[in-house]
């Protein structure tokens, strides 16, 4: 029969333990900090052991603490890893996928119609992810930017990342040559402002200091703001293609620079039998071959064109 002390206490404990506080483990589980102070206590109490040092700057671990932290973190996270594994053999078809709002925009959305063709028994989750997000591992799998260094997970490589500017007709008119940028309204994306010096600096210019730039919170937005006229932004190809083929987009420039970063699809190796992921894989690979059809006939078009009167 197992002796255990309280788990509440031993839950309030390892938290105020990793974040250095009884504030943060408050946050963690939605509890006062009143709370989480009396736990730590009783628990201190019923082991006979002062875990923590009360300062008036903070909290410090004692070394029974420094010795009792570590196992429970570990045995807590084992607790979690479980349950999601148990969860995960649930019968209900239901594919739950965390993905950035732009790449559900700009990409997925407009495709999801033939996945359910394909399979209308499976339901379809879409969760909020991306670069503001970590990975949430109640999803089945995400889709993640990156470099592939997605420790814990397994990461397969999706499709790389090209910048290219992009602008409305009306814009691209008077766009000969990219020296020419100087002249109008720059749009980027908060989080990723090093875009445009990326592409410059390949295409042999400086972002100038008077250049008139507007900050936009996600890549969906600066798109949609493209197309209005409101500016040049420096776009995801992958998020412009199909704008591009429709004209709503032009690209005024051929040039297209490597991000140095590639779209990934992210998930815990024991969901790897999980009848949604096997489903969305093999429909991800055949949306691949379609997109790049579909390139390779319009970069065709392009070559059999007239000459433009610009670049």
């Given at each position: ?135 949430n591992d109640e999803w089945t799998c995400g ?169």
């Open positions: 029969m197992r002796r255990l002390p309280s788990l509440n206490g031993l839950r309030a404990f390892e938290a105020a333990a990793r974040h250095g506080g009884f504030v943060g483990a408050a946050d963690e589980l939605n509890v006062t900090q009143a709370a989480v102070s009396r736990m730590v206590r009783l628990l201190e109490e019923r082991l006979g052991l002062q875990l923590f040092e009360r300062r008036p700057n903070g909290l410090a671990l004692t070394a029974q603490g420094t010795m009792l932290q570590p196992g429970l973190t570990a045995a807590f996270d084992a607790i979690a890893e479980h349950m999601a594994k148990v969860i995960a053999t649930k019968s209900s078809p239901v594919f739950t996928l965390g993905v950035g709002a732009s790449f559900a925009m700009r990409w997925l959305i407009p495709r999801l119609a033939s996945f359910h063709a394909k399979h209308p028994e499976i339901e379809v989750r879409l969760a909020t992810g991306g670069a503001t997000n970590p990975f889709i993640l930017l990156g470099n592939g260094d997605f420790e814990g997970y397994a990461a397969e490589h999706l499709f790389s990342a090209e910048l290219i500017p992009v602008c409305a007709p009306a814009i691209a008119s008077r766009l000969r040559e990219p020296a020419d940028l100087a002249r109008e309204s720059l749009l980027q994306v908060g989080h990723a402002p090093e875009d445009w010096a990326l592409w410059l600096d390949v295409a042999g210019l400086q972002l100038p200091p008077a250049a008139h730039t507007i900050t936009f919170g996600n890549y969906g937005m600066a798109v949609q703001a493209a197309i209005d006229a409101l500016g040049v932004t420096i776009a995801l190809r992958s998020y412009v293609d199909d704008d591009l083929r429709k004209g709503k987009l032009v690209a005024p420039f051929p040039l297209a620079v490597s991000k140095g970063r590639a779209w990934y699809l992210v998930y815990r190796h024991y969901r790897e039998s999980d009848a949604g992921l096997i489903a969305f894989r093999r429909w991800m690979r055949g949306q691949f071959k379609s997109d790049e059809s579909r390139k390779r006939g319009a970069r065709r078009g392009l070559a059999s064109a007239p000459s433009p009167t610009h670049m």
